[in-house]
């Protein structure tokens, strides 16, 4: 599964993308999220804000969106454009 | 018809309302919201980066002209948004709505801007003239006048 970052939330995990399996167990966003806070203590950091929004297949999810390993999805903070 | 163009070069505003005005005569009216850069922080601005999630961004803004066109009775819709480094005073967004009656024209227009500005996948992230930098925060009013488009009285 490809897994996006983008502003902010990209540079406090030195990442723009990663690419991982989707494990068993990780059904929706809330258990993905979950999954990334175990890879450290900037990923359990930055993860952990109320705020983050998700897209799944570049559509705008919830933490219950259901995933697929052919999936893309994004984190990202609340958008700014305009 | 609905035009989305999300791009790093500048735009030309007058061109784009005349694709609004071009060879038609059942346009009645044409609002526009045009957005530039503005430098009035505490610190003065160098410039501004623009980050964007390539192909959801012009998804987005899609769905939210689609949405305009249901809910107004509208000709053509204009979105464009600039990404990539820009200087204060530089143009950032061009909106523009083309209807027979005005009422349908400055809604769709804030409308879109008002979707635009909540949903669509932008970043900005400020470069100061002393060096520092910052992400800018969304605003709580960004989300307040979103929400007024969809309650429910």
């Known amino acids: 599964m490809k897994i996006l970052f983008f502003g902010n939330l990209r540079e406090q995990l030195g990442t723009g993308e990663i690419e991982v399996p989707l494990a068993p167990g990780t059904n929706n966003i809330a258990d993905l999220l979950e999954a990334l806070k175990q890879r450290g203590s900037e990923w359990q950091q930055a993860l952990s804000t109320g705020s983050l929004l998700y897209a799944v297949n570049q ?24 | 018809m609905i035009t989305i163009a999300v791009q790093a070069a500048d735009f030309d505003t ?20 045009a957005g530039q850069v503005r430098d009035t922080g505490d610190k003065p601005l160098g410039f501004m980066h623009l980050e964007h999630y390539p192909g959801m961004t012009e998804a987005s803004l899609q769905q939210t002209a689609e949405q305009a066109e249901q809910r107004w009775a509208l000709i053509d819709i204009r979105i464009v948004h600039r990404i990539g480094d820009l200087l204060p005073g530089d143009q950032i967004v061009f909106v523009g709505v083309s209807s027979i009656h005005r009422e349908a024209a400055f809604n769709a227009c804030e409308f879109i801007m008002d979707h635009l500005k909540t949903h669509a996948p932008f970043w900005k992230k400020e470069y100061y003239r002393d060096g520092s930098t ?5 605003k709580q009013t960004d989300q307040q006048r979103y929400a007024r488009w969809h309650q429910h009285n």
């Open chain 1, 59 to 82: 559509t705008m999810a919830t933490q219950s969106t259901l995933l697929k390993d052919s999936d893309e999805v994004a984190l990202f903070p609340p958008v700014t454009g305009g």
């Open chain 2, 134 to 138: 910052k992400w800018v925060d969304a």
């Open chain 2, 14 to 33: 007058g061109q784009e309302i005349r694709q609004l005005q071009a060879d038609r005569t059942d346009v009645g009216g044409i609002a526009i919201f």
